[in-house]
């Protein structure tokens, strides 16, 4: 079955950098599209950003525009998250998920990604 593994999260001052990164293993990478997702303390999770199979589509929420850059590489069946800028508000714990796709130039809706990771930390002081 899929398994992801996310990696990359920790502690960082405002105006820091961190890069994410999460291995998908059990079935074939460049089958799936691609997410990034965060919850913050008492709130619900939403989608960070997104990578359709064949990396054509991306998406990013309006708060990231700019400072996060998601990419994959489908030769080591990894999906990153770089993000520059950092602010306070980024802090929450960050998912990569995994979405099965027939359309290589394609991106799922948020809520149907099937496959989620552990999650891992980034906490942004001021």
């Known amino acids: 079955q899929v398994q992801l593994v996310e990696s990359g999260g920790g502690l960082v001052q405002a105006g820091g950098s961190l890069r994410l990164s999460c291995v998908l293993s059990?079935?074939?990478?460049?089958?799936?599209?691609m997410a990034w997702f965060r919850q913050a303390p008492g709130k619900e999770r939403d989608v960070v950003a997104a990578?359709?199979?064949?990396?054509?589509?991306?998406y990013y929420r309006d708060s990231v525009k700019g400072r996060f850059t998601i990419s994959r590489d489908n030769a080591k069946n990894t999906v990153s998250l770089q993000m520059n800028s950092l602010k306070p508000e980024d802090t929450a714990v960050y998912y990569c998920?995994?979405?099965?796709?027939?359309?290589?130039?394609?991106?799922?809706?948020?809520?149907?990604?099937?496959?989620w990771g552990q999650g891992t930390q980034v906490t942004v002081s001021s």
């Open positions: 998920a995994a979405r099965f796709s027939t359309v290589s130039n394609y991106l799922p809706p948020q809520t149907s990604y099937a496959y």
């Open positions: 059990g079935r074939t990478f460049s089958t799936y599209a």
């Open positions: 990578i359709s199979r064949n990396s054509g589509t991306t």
